[in-house]
């Protein structure tokens, strides 16, 4: 997932297609210059993700570190890391994604929350935020979900303006388009209107 191969969609309104070229700039000037945050929220299948890896296969592409992290396989590896088999201590893990020079955290808010799993991320997002260290989120949350549902800390340090930029992704499940076109092509075995060569 790169910048290169984003495609834009042809389902869209002009609105919504304005919004996903607004997101893709927003991405793509990050990716050159990561400074705060960057916090992209909006229903699954929005683009949300695209725009994120492709932000890190950027900054590889530049030759500069930076780490993609799901945060529930996070936190999985995290809880496994206590294992007295496992090859990387709990330690070496949280620290390794706690002091990223750059860090995405993909389907935030999807975890399983418990009184642990939040200690962790508040942690994480506190250090992160205290040390002013670039973050991609992407979320199907809204803030106020946040807010609500998932830390009130963690929430409040996500609408720090001087530190965020929020952005609601309007775009819908873009896998609606690709069902679209599969539900419109002819069965496997026979051919569709052909177009002379």
């Known amino acids: 997932m790169t910048f290169i191969n984003y495609r834009r969609r042809t389902d869209l309104s002009q609105e919504q297609q304005d919004n996903m070229d607004a997101a893709y700039r927003l991405a793509f000037d990050f990716a050159r210059n990561p400074e705060g945050w960057l916090v992209f929220m909006g229903e699954t ?26 945060v529930p396989d996070f936190l999985d590896h995290l809880r496994s890391a206590f294992s007295p088999d ?3 201590s709990y330690d070496q893990l949280f620290e390794s994604v706690k002091s990223a020079p750059l860090l995405v955290l993909d389907d935030f808010g999807e975890q399983s929350t418990n009184p642990w799993v939040k200690e962790k991320l508040y942690q994480l997002i506190n250090y992160r935020y205290n040390n002013r260290l670039p ?49 419109n092509a002819p069965p496997k075995g026979k051919s569709g209107p052909s177009r002379g060569r």
Not at 55 to 65: A, L, S
């Open 86 to 88: 496992s090859k990387i």
């Open 135 to 183: 973050t991609v989120i992407t979320t199907r949350l809204t803030l106020d979900d946040i807010v609500n549902n998932v830390d009130e800390s963690v929430g409040s340090r996500l609408m720090d303006r001087q530190m965020s930029v929020n952005f609601f992704i309007m775009a819908p499940d873009f896998r609606g388009e690709r069902r679209g076109r599969q539900k």
């Open 45 to 70: 299948g929005c683009g949300k993700t695209h725009l994120a890896s492709a932000i890190v296969n950027y900054r590889y592409e530049i030759g500069k570190p930076a780490l993609f992290v799901v």
